[in-house]
């Protein structure tokens, strides 16, 4: 189909190629904002994840009930959600058109970090859908009810180990939740935490761990095979479409939702707070949204206003009393798990090694030197470029982009050109590293919609 | 087969061949471009796609990803600067090809090989599936940590010339890997209070800043006197000879990276790790690693495509997905109402195996694609030396901000770029640092979840026969390095 290529020129069938492949980024490109005011919502989360889902679905019901509505999606992952919400709280300070995605994960992640900030930092606005958990075991597995299993779990706490999503996650806090319920220490449960739903999903299936929690939507398939059997979920009641017992038949009282839900940034007035929660609730009672609700296997949780403010009080109350007796009880060794190899095991062994042969091998390479010895010059060329290296993460955020990719070109065609200051040849350096860098920024932030400063 | 020879007639439908080809090379051009990867994408393009044919939409999807899988090698050969985690292995030597003049021939064995490791990995696919499986069932905390231990002791070949500095590097790389929140316990470890640190440090962030950052603050130390880069020497095609030494890696890296992308722990870092150090083993001039040998560019980006082939089985017959794109590409199916698992074939069997053609199909367009690109590709070349360099520096902090888009990443390339133009100035290998990176905290967290599982029962790596196989072949590879270990004079000047 195509010619065979020559070195001297592009064959003109490729020079299509690309050019389709540009137009294919371009038709990509989300629409860039040209409503008055463009509605901003935040994911603290990378894209795919449930908080990423959360934030496009809403993207594009607004954009099919509101007309001319211009919304972006912008993703801070990082750290159970809390550097998104300190960015969020601080830099969004007021604006009444910015919104973050958050959950009962990001409750826990505030404690569990350390972070400086808290969902008592932000504005409410609005809790919008939730996943009913569920607790399996391999189809093969003696366990036939969730009381046989609780049974067990009581008798030997150790003995049965707990497969779920990352420690301080939803599937952590429900089954601890579920050990003090039983009248066991939180502390005592053999949690296996895996990263993410699926991995966990694998030592389910292959009988790595005697149980597996995880959202009800991750194992449905397999459920559906029977593969795993649904011992509980941790909804209040039954559930339409579910095949399974709740948690309070179990006799096990507590139910837990992996809940998803907005905030507006602090210092709104309560005008403003008002109007975005009642764009919202537009939102949550339009067709599209309950249609995206069922695509996505989300229970509508919606609720709004002071009762979610109560709920979210509540929530975290209960996130903290647990964790604080966690943390209470991680003082006695005695009432830890027995580990022999603890988190700091490693990194404390390493510390020490890396400093012991660097060491010998720093005393090795001053007696033998294995590279030939820089020159005067070499080393001003490599401190200058290291020095405009480490400047470009200042100046990035403040003068954007252009300006600070420019200087680190020029730097650094300097730095290799190493034959001092040249003035003519910096000035093109510098042309060169503005065009570069202007070519990149278009393709980036308005072919990829992926902004830069 | 008959199921397949239907998918065929679903991928050959015109409407969805140019899906697949619209897939194909948007995922080149993402896979080319810095720190966009194919899940950033195919997360970008979901709600787009809302109204699509499911089919359609799930063929431009695998599109995308075998597509990006093609273009991830060009900025790691030409640049120095790995994309995303999966290339980081093809710079060491891909990109001392491109110093070479050998640049195009990097670029077509990369190419032909991803060919070659797509089709076989997916023909793999179609026959395979419910067998890989059950063996990746069979795979628990005690087997993974087993099978760290067989990559440790392969590797640590690759710990080049200087062994004592080759130490460092590795000690260094594992330190970094404890960086951030522990997995398993949720404490956070070495972050001295820096909420930035919390999430770790990236490897792909480390990899652009020890190669591309680090090597070009090297060159710069070194003076224009130092050799110029050559754009091309002889043909710009692979050699008669360079043909015969990458046949074997294509097949040996096709035959590492299946299996272990089918493995829920997945990544495709592993994989090409392996078939890098197994080549190495196999070479018949080792010495050349390191300075530009085409089987340590050949037999990793076979690997790399054959784990791509490979995370497809876990996705398409669990619902499980081990990578980041596989976790997209299962939200996609989720939108469309489908669940994929052990019932997606039984009910859909027109979309599963239409995606699977499509992937056949996608290969061939994939090569067909790239190979008129190598030509383009090493004219960047010949750029004045000067400015090629600034350039690698602006495309290595945009590929290293995309990546989470936070300055913090910038502060941390620096940082490493600087560490690994110190270690190039004492004479110490820079690759033990990624190995380390890589490996370390996989293994550390599946001895640990091994051992919790286990109540503490240290017994359980030698009771379970697989893990005990496993650690067998360690320990035989580990004494057999030991007793045929001869004085490598590798270093260079």
Redesign the interface.
Same mark, same amino acid.
């Not at chain 1, 008002?274 to 009672?285: E, H, N, S």
């Not at chain 1, 060329?381 to 200042?394: D, E, M």
């Not at chain 2, 030409?78 to 980081?88: C, D, F, H, K, R």
């Not at chain 2, 980041?324 to 019932?343: D, I, M, R, S």
């Given at each position: 189909?195509?010619p065979s290529?020559?070195?001297t020129a592009?064959?003109p069938?490729?020079t299509r190629?690309i050019l389709?492949?540009?137009l294919?980024?371009l038709?990509?490109a989300?629409i860039i904002a040209q409503a008055s005011a463009p509605l901003m919502i935040v994911a603290p989360a990378?894209?795919?994840?449930g908080w990423?889902?959360t934030a496009? $679905?809403m993207?594009?019901v607004l954009a099919a009930t509101e007309p001319g509505a211009s919304v972006q999606v912008d993703?801070?992952?990082?750290?159970a959600g809390?550097?998104g919400l300190?960015r969020f709280v601080q830099s969004e300070r007021g604006n009444p058109a910015a919104l973050l995605v958050t959950g009962l994960v990001m409750v826990s992640g505030v404690i569990?970090?350390?972070?400086?900030f808290s969902l008592a930092d932000a504005t409410p606005i609005a809790r919008l859908t939730g996943e009913t958990e569920v607790i399996v075991v391999p189809a093969a597995s003696p366990y036939q009810s969730m009381p046989a299993l609780a049974e067990a779990f009581k008798a030997n706490p150790?003995?049965v180990?707990w497969g779920g999503g990352?420690?301080?996650g939803t599937d952590?806090l429900l089954v601890r939740l579920m050990a003090e319920q039983l009248g066991l220490p939180a502390s005592r449960v053999?949690y296996?935490?895996?990263?993410?739903g699926?991995?966990a999903?694998?030592?389910v299936?292959?009988g790595?761990?005697t149980a597996a929690v995880s959202g009800y939507?991750?194992f449905?398939?397999?459920i559906?095979?029977g593969?795993l059997r649904a011992l509980a979920i941790s909804a209040p009641a039954r559930t339409p479409g579910i095949d399974a017992p709740t948690l309070r038949e179990a006799g096990i009282a507590l139910d837990l939702s992996n809940w998803r839900a907005v905030v507006a940034p602090p210092g709104l007035s309560d005008a403003e707070r008002d109007a975005l929660t009642a764009r919202i609730t537009r939102m949550a009672g339009s067709a599209a949204w309950q249609q995206a609700l069922a695509?996505?296997?989300w229970d509508d949780l919606f609720l709004a206003g002071a009762d979610f403010r109560r709920f979210l009080l509540a929530e975290q109350a209960r996130v903290e009393g647990l964790l604080q007796r966690l943390a209470a009880s991680d003082t006695t060794p005695a009432a830890r798990?027995?580990?022999?190899?603890t988190?700091?095991t490693?990194?404390g062994a390493?510390?020490i090694?890396?400093a012991a042969?660097?060491m $010998?091998?720093?005393i090795?390479?001053i007696t033998n030197r294995?590279?030939?010895p820089?020159?005067g010059?070499?080393?001003r060329?490599?401190v200058t470029?290291?020095a405009a290296?480490?400047v470009?993460?200042l100046l990035?955020?403040v003068a954007g982009?252009i300006v600070?990719?420019t200087l680190?070109?020029?730097?650094?065609?300097?730095?290799?050109?190493?034959?001092g200051w040249q003035p003519a040849r910096s000035l093109t350096?510098v042309a060169?590293?503005l065009a570069?860098?202007g070519l990149?920024y278009v393709?980036?932030s308005r072919g990829?919609? $992926?902004s830069?400063p | 087969m008959s199921d397949l020879w239907q998918g065929f007639a679903v991928a050959l439908e015109p409407l969805n061949l140019l899906w697949a080809l619209a897939g194909v090379t948007l995922g080149t051009a993402v896979g080319v471009l810095p720190g966009i990867g194919p899940a950033l994408t195919v997360a970008l393009l979901l709600p787009v796609t809302y109204g699509l044919d499911p089919t359609a939409a799930l063929i431009m999807f695998a599109g995308i990803y075998y597509g990006a899988m093609y273009g991830g090698s060009t900025t790691s050969i030409l640049l120095n600067t790995p994309g995303e985690s999966a290339t980081i292995v093809t710079a060491l030597d891909g990109h001392q090809m491109a110093r070479n003049g050998r640049a195009g021939a990097a670029l077509a064995t990369a190419a032909v090989g991803s060919f070659v490791a797509g089709t076989l990995a997916t023909l793999a696919l179609s026959l395979t599936a419910p067998i890989m499986v059950r063996l990746a069932l069979a795979f628990g905390s005690a087997e993974y940590f087993a099978l760290m231990a067989v990559a440790f002791v392969t590797v640590t070949t690759v710990l080049g010339g200087s062994r004592l500095g080759g130490w460092v590097s590795l000690l260094l790389g594992l330190t970094l890997g404890c960086v951030g929140i522990d997995a398993l316990s949720g404490e956070a470890r070495l972050t001295f209070g820096i909420p930035y640190l919390l999430d770790g440090i990236d490897p792909v962030i480390v990899a652009i800043g020890l190669f591309a950052i680090g090597e070009t603050l090297w060159v710069a130390s070194r003076g224009p006197e130092l050799e110029e880069i050559l754009p091309v020497k002889g043909s710009l095609w692979m050699t008669a000879d360079e043909w015969a030494r990458s046949w074997r890696p294509w097949l040996r890296g096709t035959a590492i990276g299946f299996p272990l992308g089918a493995l829920p722990a997945g990544g495709a870092e592993l994989p090409t790790l392996l078939s890098y150090a197994v080549e190495k083993r196999l070479a018949r001039r080792p010495e050349e690693f390191g300075h530009g040998a085409i089987e340590g560019v050949a037999g990793p980006e076979a690997a790399n495509n054959a784990s791509a082939a490979g995370t497809l089985v876990p996705l398409l017959t669990l619902g499980l997905p081990t990578s980041a794109t596989a976790a997209v590409l299962l939200a996609a199916f989720q939108q469309f109402g489908l669940q994929p698992g052990p019932l997606l074939f039984d009910h859909e069997p027109r979309l599963v195996w239409g995606v699977i053609a499509s992937l056949y199909v996608g290969n061939l367009m994939l090569l067909v694609l790239n190979l008129p690109l190598v030509g383009l590709w090493v004219k960047l070349l010949s750029i004045p030396r000067p400015w090629l360099y600034g350039g690698i520096l602006v495309v290595a902090s945009l590929g290293a901000y995309s990546v989470h888009r936070s300055a913090g990443d910038l502060v941390l390339l620096a940082a490493i770029g600087i560490i690994g133009f110190g270690l190039r100035v004492v004479g110490a290998p820079v690759a033990p640092v990624m190995i380390g990176l890589i490996l370390g905290p996989a293994a550390e967290q599946h001895l640990r979840r091994a051992l919790s599982i286990s109540q503490d029962d240290w017994s359980v790596f030698v009771t379970r026969p697989l893990s005990a196989t496993l650690l067998a072949v360690a320990a035989v590879m580990l004494l057999w390095g030991l007793s045929r270990r001869e004085p490598t004079a590798t270093i260079k000047g």
């Amino acid at each position: 189909m195509l010619p065979s290529p020559t070195r001297t020129a592009l064959p003109p069938t490729c020079t299509r190629v690309i050019l389709r492949g540009v137009l294919a980024i371009l038709l990509v490109a989300p629409i860039i904002a040209q409503a008055s005011a463009p509605l901003m919502i935040v994911a603290p989360a990378a894209p795919g994840g449930g908080w990423d889902q959360t934030a496009r $679905v809403m993207q594009r019901v607004l954009a099919a009930t509101e007309p001319g509505a211009s919304v972006q999606v912008d993703n801070v992952p990082g750290a159970a959600g809390t550097i998104g919400l300190s960015r969020f709280v601080q830099s969004e300070r007021g604006n009444p058109a910015a919104l973050l995605v958050t959950g009962l994960v990001m409750v826990s992640g505030v404690i569990t970090n350390g972070s400086a900030f808290s969902l008592a930092d932000a504005t409410p606005i609005a809790r919008l859908t939730g996943e009913t958990e569920v607790i399996v075991v391999p189809a093969a597995s003696p366990y036939q009810s969730m009381p046989a299993l609780a049974e067990a779990f009581k008798a030997n706490p150790g003995a049965v180990a707990w497969g779920g999503g990352s420690a301080g996650g939803t599937d952590d806090l429900l089954v601890r939740l579920m050990a003090e319920q039983l009248g066991l220490p939180a502390s005592r449960v053999n949690y296996i935490a895996f990263a993410g739903g699926g991995a966990a999903l694998a030592a389910v299936l292959g009988g790595q761990v005697t149980a597996a929690v995880s959202g009800y939507g991750e194992f449905a398939g397999q459920i559906a095979a029977g593969q795993l059997r649904a011992l509980a979920i941790s909804a209040p009641a039954r559930t339409p479409g579910i095949d399974a017992p709740t948690l309070r038949e179990a006799g096990i009282a507590l139910d837990l939702s992996n809940w998803r839900a907005v905030v507006a940034p602090p210092g709104l007035s309560d005008a403003e707070r008002d109007a975005l929660t009642a764009r919202i609730t537009r939102m949550a009672g339009s067709a599209a949204w309950q249609q995206a609700l069922a695509q996505n296997g989300w229970d509508d949780l919606f609720l709004a206003g002071a009762d979610f403010r109560r709920f979210l009080l509540a929530e975290q109350a209960r996130v903290e009393g647990l964790l604080q007796r966690l943390a209470a009880s991680d003082t006695t060794p005695a009432a830890r798990a027995t580990r022999s190899i603890t988190p700091t095991t490693l990194p404390g062994a390493l510390l020490i090694l890396l400093a012991a042969v660097s060491m $010998v091998f720093a005393i090795g390479s001053i007696t033998n030197r294995p590279t030939a010895p820089m020159s005067g010059a070499g080393w001003r060329s490599a401190v200058t470029l290291g020095a405009a290296l480490l400047v470009q993460p200042l100046l990035f955020p403040v003068a954007g982009f252009i300006v600070s990719s420019t200087l680190v070109f020029a730097a650094g065609a300097h730095a290799l050109r190493g034959r001092g200051w040249q003035p003519a040849r910096s000035l093109t350096d510098v042309a060169m590293g503005l065009a570069f860098a202007g070519l990149l920024y278009v393709i980036f932030s308005r072919g990829l919609g $992926v902004s830069l400063p | 087969m008959s199921d397949l020879w239907q998918g065929f007639a679903v991928a050959l439908e015109p409407l969805n061949l140019l899906w697949a080809l619209a897939g194909v090379t948007l995922g080149t051009a993402v896979g080319v471009l810095p720190g966009i990867g194919p899940a950033l994408t195919v997360a970008l393009l979901l709600p787009v796609t809302y109204g699509l044919d499911p089919t359609a939409a799930l063929i431009m999807f695998a599109g995308i990803y075998y597509g990006a899988m093609y273009g991830g090698s060009t900025t790691s050969i030409l640049l120095n600067t790995p994309g995303e985690s999966a290339t980081i292995v093809t710079a060491l030597d891909g990109h001392q090809m491109a110093r070479n003049g050998r640049a195009g021939a990097a670029l077509a064995t990369a190419a032909v090989g991803s060919f070659v490791a797509g089709t076989l990995a997916t023909l793999a696919l179609s026959l395979t599936a419910p067998i890989m499986v059950r063996l990746a069932l069979a795979f628990g905390s005690a087997e993974y940590f087993a099978l760290m231990a067989v990559a440790f002791v392969t590797v640590t070949t690759v710990l080049g010339g200087s062994r004592l500095g080759g130490w460092v590097s590795l000690l260094l790389g594992l330190t970094l890997g404890c960086v951030g929140i522990d997995a398993l316990s949720g404490e956070a470890r070495l972050t001295f209070g820096i909420p930035y640190l919390l999430d770790g440090i990236d490897p792909v962030i480390v990899a652009i800043g020890l190669f591309a950052i680090g090597e070009t603050l090297w060159v710069a130390s070194r003076g224009p006197e130092l050799e110029e880069i050559l754009p091309v020497k002889g043909s710009l095609w692979m050699t008669a000879d360079e043909w015969a030494r990458s046949w074997r890696p294509w097949l040996r890296g096709t035959a590492i990276g299946f299996p272990l992308g089918a493995l829920p722990a997945g990544g495709a870092e592993l994989p090409t790790l392996l078939s890098y150090a197994v080549e190495k083993r196999l070479a018949r001039r080792p010495e050349e690693f390191g300075h530009g040998a085409i089987e340590g560019v050949a037999g990793p980006e076979a690997a790399n495509n054959a784990s791509a082939a490979g995370t497809l089985v876990p996705l398409l017959t669990l619902g499980l997905p081990t990578s980041a794109t596989a976790a997209v590409l299962l939200a996609a199916f989720q939108q469309f109402g489908l669940q994929p698992g052990p019932l997606l074939f039984d009910h859909e069997p027109r979309l599963v195996w239409g995606v699977i053609a499509s992937l056949y199909v996608g290969n061939l367009m994939l090569l067909v694609l790239n190979l008129p690109l190598v030509g383009l590709w090493v004219k960047l070349l010949s750029i004045p030396r000067p400015w090629l360099y600034g350039g690698i520096l602006v495309v290595a902090s945009l590929g290293a901000y995309s990546v989470h888009r936070s300055a913090g990443d910038l502060v941390l390339l620096a940082a490493i770029g600087i560490i690994g133009f110190g270690l190039r100035v004492v004479g110490a290998p820079v690759a033990p640092v990624m190995i380390g990176l890589i490996l370390g905290p996989a293994a550390e967290q599946h001895l640990r979840r091994a051992l919790s599982i286990s109540q503490d029962d240290w017994s359980v790596f030698v009771t379970r026969p697989l893990s005990a196989t496993l650690l067998a072949v360690a320990a035989v590879m580990l004494l057999w390095g030991l007793s045929r270990r001869e004085p490598t004079a590798t270093i260079k000047g």
